[in-house]
């Protein structure tokens, strides 16, 4: 186990279902800080029946954490993570920042918990977008080789953080009312609208979030040769990110087989009877870990494709359970490491 | 021009904008009636400064009509059509259930008005996901040859009818107020939620909103040989639907020389600049006639791929603004037969 742990961000989205998820799983530690910006630094928050002040991120912070889990803009991530790693703290970072860099894992642990041992103080967690969709893919990929990949992402306005929780809410009551709104943190009125963008223009017309999901799935399933053409959209959903995606394998996999696949793989969970109206939504997933998958069926234009539907908390298994899994890999391996 | 033409489900979304449409375009003709279920019998609608009786839909009704736009549920369309074609009237029809008959054009006026010539009484319209996509494709179609379509929906409750309309709005109310809500119209809340399942299950997993696509686009297109996967999820948007396109092409079309054939084609408009944020969503397709692409890019996973994303309201170029382009290519048909 750690002496001391840190949760950073630990006024957000992210950061308040991480320190929920410590307490629920009793994550073991002798001792944990929440730390956030200084806006928020002094701010009192329950954990495990007690209140614990939010001290404000600075460096000297991190002397006696072992292990910090952060949830920040890339920004932030950038400036305070090689700082508290030369002060001996390894950090779980939800940011994009860290990602690509060859130096840092990007681990799902259900799908690459080998590459955890290579982190050499940072070990990122991915994009929310890319976790629900690796997680899918993986299981097909070990039986029958991923060769392409078409995605269409229906992500919800949590990823944006809870800003964009307050601009749905606020902008869908506004619209409603026909009254006018002011969005925090979209370019678009999000209300019952789709916004074809996420992210900055990146690439030949895709942008980051959309790079992001080729990069970061390329990464963890260590094989660039998997092609993935991505599209992704904001919808009015507030929590948990819908994926359409298509799959082209070496070798056809039946839906049967791909059935079979994703209910033997830990960490997914199979809702799929469309004659019951049976199928992963926001709302039949809100709060839950696993990544649902529905919809399953052989693609009709293309011999070794296969369709599915896959939904996931984008703030559960899509950011705070992926990185709180991914520290108790570390006291896992601490554990085993030194023989307890 | 018809001396004279009725508006069948002049009550229903579709049909109210059917009539304002008609009125809008000056429709040619001497006399319009407005025909619906007994429910709205005597019901009084405004048309051009005057207001008409709504009067039930009984076979008599047709004798003195000549050309019916028609958008009822299919049952309906199923019962009255063939009669009131034998009381000598054409009818274009919105309803699905005709437009797989061998003998009734399935007709979007740019893309196959040729077909029109064929009809024996009944021109069908396509469904509202088709229409926009298949006009998207025609050009593609024509320069290039398109082999396979994968397409994902994001489709709003106006096509579900007046019903879904309500079903958001009130259900939406509801959900933000944490109150309970009764759907009318669907299977699962949508408030806040996708639901990836529009019509019955119909075809290897694939439901019966799915395989109109598939079905509807190769005989407009007449090839059957283009092969189409495509998802369709309800969003939680009021009107226009939203649709991720990726196209694979017989050669190589870039997404220069695609925006060229989208801006060269009459019903198109491309709306692409995301440097600039600018791309369609329902709120800037609202009560357009046009069908908007935008996020023109080349598939970053396949050589001869093309992928964009398309909006249009699916009241209007896809489902009245088409009908009634339908009703004036046969007044100028029937202009040109009789030397008019």
Known sequence: MFDCIAVVGATGAVGTIIRELLEARKFPCKKIKFVASGRSAGKMLPFAGREIAVEELRGPVFDEV??????????????????????????IDESGYWRMDPDVPLVIPEVNPQAIGRHRGIIASPNCSTTQMVQA???????????????????AVSGAGLAGTRDLTGGTRAALDGEPYQYECFAHPIALNCIPQIGSPKHQGYTSEEMKMVFETQKILEDDSILICPTCVRVPVGNC????????????????????????????????????????????????????????????????????????????????????QIAELLVRGRGEGRGK
């Open 241 to 324: 990110h819908g994926e359409s995606i298509l799959v082209e394998t070496e070798r056809k996999v039946t839906a049967a087989e791909a059935r079979r696949l994703f209910e033997a793989t830990p960490g997914l969970a199979v809702l799929d009877d469309l004659d019951n109206n049976l199928y992963p939504m926001p709302i039949n997933c809100q709060r839950r870990d696993e990544t649902f998958i529905g919809r399953i069926r052989e693609d009709i234009s293309c011999p070794n494709g296969l369709a599915f539907w896959c939904v996931s908390d984008n703030l559960r298994k899509g950011a705070a359970t992926n990185a709180v």
């Open 137 to 155: 893919l993986k299981p097909l990929h070990n039986a029958a080789r991923v060769r392409r990949v078409v995605v269409s992402t229906y992500q």
């Open 66 to 91: 072992d292990l910090a889990i952060s949830s920040t803009p890339d920004e932030v991530a950038r400036d305070f993570i090689p700082d508290a790693v030369r002060r001996g703290c390894v950090v």
